[in-house]
């Protein structure tokens, strides 16, 4: 399915600003013929950075003092993998890739340390595999509670639970609190998500099984084959959408995805098991 | 300087194991002549991966019930560079190579967002660079007292400053805190170290200053030019020595590190600025 | 029933140190024909305390370097108050004696303030009264393991919660805190437990219930009629068996309650509710 | 000296709510001639608690949805006893009444036992008594920033310690926590603060210290000899001035102390040691 997104983000930049952001679609083989346009304005100088080991696009821009935008365009084909749910086991640690060692340790939103007695009572008897973080999923869904400003930039995973109630990103740190908890690796994902609503940036987390990487959505509010990818990481801090380094004031936030074909959502939700992450012969399937 | 090093460690190991180690020599350049043998009884297979984006070297091996020990031994030249720390000031956030900014973030371990507001008190009217980084040390070293068994695998570095006590891993943690809290890039790393009384594994912390990684150490207690690399990271969970999923019990743990020709340590410590880490043309002096 | 019940504490004193201990039973109505006596060796002089608003007795001794002991026997017939669970509904908030607040609010252990989330969700819709509080001991028994080392002086209720694992301590505070939460009072008692294997110092929770505090113990462990109340209060803290100021260390401790008449216990447990707090025509019922 | 003083508390109701407040002057002889006016619109009925162990005075009153409003006002005689600082000394926890027990222990937001190692490093070399308290009062003002909004109702001790910021309530919990993580009784004291600009609710604590409870303000923002009491407690959340229960929203709030006389505030704070607190021949000078 092909997709047209993009976003707007508007500042008041009162000292000199280094603003970081990570908001580009990645490049990846599931990503096809990607087009795309960033505008700054004023039209600054810019340092790009793509991390080897996650494909992370950041982009950096030191602003001065007065009005900032920035706008992002972008088309891409996504073209997700599907599986039938009910054959994805879990990979044993010792058959895991090493590469991927850090998303079975906590980190600092994702503090599967502090919640491993509770993931082991919960969710040490389900079914091993995919059925085991769906269970996960649906007992995020049904106790914790979407509440806007339910959280802020320091919550972590253990508090969301005490709390019983987030927004997408602690869903997502929840979510892969408990697999980590649980030894299977997990990684918070940031997209652009069709058919979210109202529309903004998303957070979503995977789960390695089965030598692949899985999209899972605890908040249930997106198409999980509808997730164009922005970043992955350890947690929403290595990701977040802009990181600046000075004083400013956002001022004006607008995202958009829309089916390039102008056709209106489907009724219905997948129930396939959708992964896009990259994939390559040498990293155990779905490592860089 | 040449030193022959080491370490023995044994387990008695009840149900299967997959053990995760990272306890040999990083492979660089400042560690000239590397030769070394990793030796495991019984003799099992083992798997390697080496990080591309640290250098961090990983062995893995899944281990049987019954006894099981691991023998490492190594010969290494350490090349320290030093430099007049008087000239060594800081980088700003907006000329630092973009692939350092995960050592910028908060991580499990290095809560520098919660840290932020004690560090701009304390440290915020220091003199940039070499000096506020020194400073730094000093105050943890004059805070924090040295004790064994103060903290645990998962204190963090806001738990160290209350408990006004840690051991080396704590003490890593909170100068590096303190650092990124102050927009200084500081990453965790571990070590053999030469003049380390009784002999362990060490820990101490690196800042990013003037394009490269200098070394810290807020314990005092190991010469800044005898530390022989073994892994650098966010935090100590991404380094631990040993990381083993299955039930088993440690039984005996050896680490030593001496001078090659047998001269014995001098009486006193460098005055000068240490670096270690790997340099490199095109990641900002010091980043793979 | 008539009780004989007794504890044995000794210290090895290695500096002056000044202990309050609050050990013996509580003096009150539904505790008939209390006789007791309390040895100190070496034979000290001590100070008594009877605190007005909750009559817990405390005794403060202060010790010289060397060895010293405790000794406490006591014999006495506990007469509970018994009812049929069905009737108990709960007080409004606005119908509680005022001098009830403290037992709403918040304590050290007793965290009610970051458990009212998760109390509203789990318990929010249970059919109030008794019922309430019965479903409150049941999903506790149901989701916390009893074990012995799990928790430390400074576990709070969410911590416990967290962790799925404590000992009566914690279970009795983790009732207290969903009850706080949810608008009942509730604190917490220390008593002899009829029953109780191994026998100990043993915690549950009272809470305020149509005019009265009720007993129940989350832990199952002990018959409810079967407690010999020594004290009462908002947590652990204030009710220490043992508080001491100095360096010492334990080095012994019996606890032991039998039936006067020698009977053993019989093979089932009380399914009635059960009161034995003090009684009085201006307090509330139940409020001194 | 006598003073006029009250508040004007304004709230829109929306469903039935139990008000219960703290807000009235305390009874006690060094509040001479006390005159009041408590006023309720609508005038509803209420009820009256004074808890005996603190004098606290409580009010409840259970309001229907719709505007409601509580005026308050009051003249009294504060007569301080005053003594010099520099002969008041500590009292041996040995010594202490028993009475006092409460006010040495940790509570909700006086984290005592977390913060002992911080307070022994830094005061426990200090002069005991009068000048210990001071140095703490010092130590806080120092590295603590006043800051409007810098906390919220569940702010611990603790935090505050690493937040470096707070209002007079935060100041008030980590001065009363470090007394009592050093063997010093201290206590959270509510009032009207004669010179606070811009008038509020004041909090400082009291430290028992030579037998008598002494008032200290580690914010410095009003004068010692001018606190007319209200309440006291373990910490905020015992006397917080109005604690509803019900769904209703704050409209406006006034609160106002001047003296009687007219004459404008002296220039200088006094440098006397100052105590207001309730005396009597049976509880160690200060306890009821």
């Not at 935008?69 to 084909?77: F, G, H, N, P």
């Not at 939103?109 to 995919?130: C, I, K, N, T």
Request: negative net charge.
């Amino acid at each position: 399915m092909r997709y047209t997104l993009g976003c707007r983000l508007s500042y008041e930049v009162e000292t000199e600003t280094a603003f970081i952001f990570n908001l580009e679609v990645a490049r990846q083989v599931r990503h096809r013929a990607l087009s795309e346009t960033l505008r700054l304005s004023p039209d600054l100088p810019l340092r790009r950075h793509e991390a080897p080991e996650t494909g992370n696009r950041y982009v950096a821009v030191t602003v001065p003092p007065g009005r900032f935008s920035l706008d992002y365009e972008a088309a891409v084909t996504l073209e997700p993998h599907r599986a039938d749910p009910s054959g994805i086991g879990e990979t044993p640690v010792k058959d895991l890739p090493l590469a991927i060692l850090p998303y079975l340790l906590p980190s600092r939103f994702v503090s599967s340390d502090r919640l491993a007695p509770f993931a082991q009572a919960e969710f040490g008897d389900a079914p091993p595999g995919f059925e085991r973080v769906s269970r996960i999923c649906n007992w995020i869904h049904d106790h914790i509670a979407y509440v806007r400003g339910a959280s802020d930039e320091e919550t972590t995973a253990d508090e969301t639970l005490l709390k019983r109630a987030g927004v997408c990103r602690d869903f997502a740190h929840l979510g892969a609190a408990f697999c980590r908890a649980l030894g299977i690796p997990a990684r918070f994902v940031s997209c652009y998500a069709y058919g979210l609503v109202p529309c903004d940036f998303h957070a979503v987390f995977e789960a390695y099984l089965d030598g692949r990487w899985w999209l899972f959505d605890a908040t249930r509010q997106a198409n999980l084959d509808g997730l164009v990818r922005i970043g992955v990481g350890r947690d929403a801090a290595e990701i977040a959408f802009s990181t600046p380094f000075g004083e400013m004031k956002p001022t004006g936030m607008e995202i958009r995805i829309d089916r390039a074909d102008g056709t209106p959502e489907r009724g219905e939700r997948t129930t396939a098991a959708i992964s896009t992450a990259e994939e390559g012969p040498d990293a155990g399937g779905g490592l860089r």
